[in-house]
């Protein structure tokens, strides 16, 4: 079944349809230049950075501008807050339904590579941008009315939710059309792996040291288990791994740069992967609180992020509270 067939069947708001088929769209266009690297000079950095301070690559840029055109073209969103822009991209179409906030390359430095990267979306209800300004953005995620990604692997795939459970969608390039492969994305509730950048061991606080010791012990300690690790250093692709076989990703707070209270970003990052693991049966915290409950306070705010199967979510919530016990 295709992408707009299955929104017809599913969704009731046509102005939500369209905006995710111009999603679906931009993440199309963008494929088609990932797919062709070098020979676009897409694997090129420029001189500039984005809002976080990053050096931005060719196709960080052509990214944003693909789906900011695509997102104007749908005539549905009033504002989009991007990644590479500091503020948020007003259209004229101030009074329409819906802003997006997006990451419209997530993992870019992975280009060099040639890895695996992924563009997010998340999408608000408009609850006054007009009169509100960049303000309107800061809604908790338990507002977003759906979440999508589009991860560039072997394959293009769209990972999307309504609200009402995760549903894959692989692109037919044949026919330049998402064609639905999985309906309704289980997350198994009790796995054995890790996703972490173990090379921030040293700044973790005690609640992920305890965590990470105790799975490095695996059967012989109080698991009772052998873990395994992952880390892909792209969200998407480790966040597409724990929807496919489960396990945990964390981002956590650290004391690194103790400014920082994590490094992904909440509103186009932490809470569109939160709802897509949340309806897929997981969960997503920040240590002690649900993501999707945290109330933003800027645009371009950081959170640590703990999702994945629930049990190990739990878990990991149960050791945040004894250490502030
Ligand atoms: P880039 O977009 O700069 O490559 O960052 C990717 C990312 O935001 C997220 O996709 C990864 O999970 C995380 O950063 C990787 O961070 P480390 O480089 O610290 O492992």
Redesign the pocket.
């Known amino acids: 079944m295709q992408l707009d067939v299955f929104l017809k069947q599913v969704s009731l708001n046509h102005a939500l349809n369209v905006l995710i088929w111009h999603a679906a769209q931009a993440g199309i266009e963008i494929a088609a230049l990932v797919r062709q690297g070098a020979l676009q000079g897409v694997t090129e950095k420029t001189a500039t950075t984005n809002v976080q301070g ?1 050096t931005q690559m060719q196709l960080d840029i052509r990214s944003h501008e693909v789906a900011i055109a695509q997102l104007r073209a749908s005539a549905v969103v009033a504002a989009v807050l991007s990644e590479e822009e500091d503020k948020p991209v007003m259209f004229e179409t101030l009074d329409a339904p819906f802003l997006v906030s997006m ?1 419209p ?6 280009l060099a590579i040639n890895g695996v ?1 992924g563009s997010i979306f998340s999408v608000l209800p408009n609850t006054g941008v007009a009169t509100q300004g960049e303000q309107a953005f800061l809604q908790p995620g338990q507002a977003q009315r759906a979440a999508l990604y589009v991860m560039y692997g072997p394959a293009t795939l769209l990972v999307l939710s309504l609200g009402q459970g995760t549903h894959v969608f692989t692109l037919d390039h044949d026919t330049a059309s998402f064609v639905l492969t999985q309906q309704t994305v289980e997350i198994p509730p009790e796995t054995s792996e890790y996703a972490i ?1 173990a ?2 061991q040293r700044y973790w606080q005690p609640a992920i040291q305890r965590y990470i010791d105790e799975c490095l012990q695996g059967a012989e300690g109080v698991r009772g288990r052998d873990f395994n690790m992952r ?6 692709m ?1 966040v597409h791994r724990i929807l496919t076989r489960g396990g945990v ?1 964390l ?1 956590p707070r650290d004391n690194k740069q103790p400014v920082k209270a994590g ?3 909440l509103l186009y ?1 932490a809470n569109p992967m939160s709802l897509l693991v949340a309806q897929a049966g997981g969960e997503s915290i920040n240590g002690l609180e649900d993501v999707l409950a945290i109330q933003p306070t800027s645009c371009h705010q950081r959170v640590p992020v703990l999702l994945g199967s629930r049990q190990e979510i739990q878990r990991l919530r149960e050791y945040h509270q004894q250490a502030t016990e």
């Open positions: 990053e990451d390359l997530d993992g870019s430095s992975n990267v950048n090379s921030n880390w892909c250093a792209s969200m998407v480790d990703f981002y490094r992904l970003r990052e």
